[in-house]
Antibody
């Protein structure tokens, strides 16, 4: 059974940092691109960042470019999102989602339950 | 970036009646391999998104056959043949062709009249 379990969320002050993790199981993690998607309270889905299976292709939403860094450790079946210089508008539920075997493709067939990030003083 | 526009944004439906959601992209979603990477997601209240349809018209495993997807190029539709109570939620279209980024539609809230 495919499982994606996010962790690392919490309450953080503006300007501070947070690192999210996503633990994957039940599939060959190193065969798939992976993505982070967020959802602000009461709002729609917003793609944040994605990474190819071997980390050679990375992508970021304009809203987080230069502040967030995506990475993965295939040996640990884990995806990460380092979030620096956090802003109030980054407050959201952050989902980890499986991509396809390429970064362009049908992805999103599995999602985690999300981890909540709240940026507030 | 590709802009995805859904309509309507709110869809009150009667149980047992059909429902249809439109999604238009600002440019063609046909990828260089000939496939069109347009997906539909359902998000029930308090739950994570669930993919229903991928590559325009392919249903994911376990998705009831009352859900169907169609379209091509820049114009796509999700249809529910007979709405059931468990179909209440928000539906999103998403393109995965022009990455980065993935882009989602604004979401269509389906509710029972």
């Amino acid at each position: 059974e495919v499982q994606l379990v996010e962790s690392g969320g919490g309450l953080v002050q503006p300007g501070r940092s947070l690192r999210l993790s996503c633990a994957a199981s039940g599939f060959n993690f190193d065969g798939y691109a992976m993505h982070w998607v967020r959802q602000a309270p009461g709002k729609g889905l917003e793609w944040v960042s994605g990474i190819s299976w071997n980390s050679d292709r990375l992508g970021y939403a304009d809203s987080v470019k230069g502040r967030f860094t995506i990475s993965r450790d295939n040996a640990k079946n884990s995806l990460y999102l380092q979030m620096n210089n956090l802003r109030a508008e980054d407050t959201a539920l952050y989902y980890c989602a499986r991509g396809s075997r390429r970064v362009s493709g049908p992805g999103g067939d599995y999602w985690g339950q999300g981890t909540l990030v709240t940026v507030s003083s | 970036d590709v802009v995805m526009t859904q309509s309507p944004l709110s869809l009150p439906v009667t149980l047992g009646q059909p429902a249809s959601i439109s999604c238009r992209s600002s440019q063609s979603l046909v990828y260089s391999d000939g496939n069109t990477y347009l997906s539909w997601f359902q998000q029930r209240p308090g739950q994570s998104p669930r993919r229903l349809i991928y590559r325009v018209s392919y249903r994911d495993s376990g998705v009831p056959d009352r859900f169907s997807g169609s379209g091509s190029g820049t114009d796509f539709t999700l249809k529910i043949s007979r709405v059931e109570a468990e179909d209440v939620g928000v539906y999103y279209c998403m393109q995965g062709t022009h990455w980065p980024p993935w882009t989602f539609g604004q979401g269509t809230k389906v509710e029972i009249k």
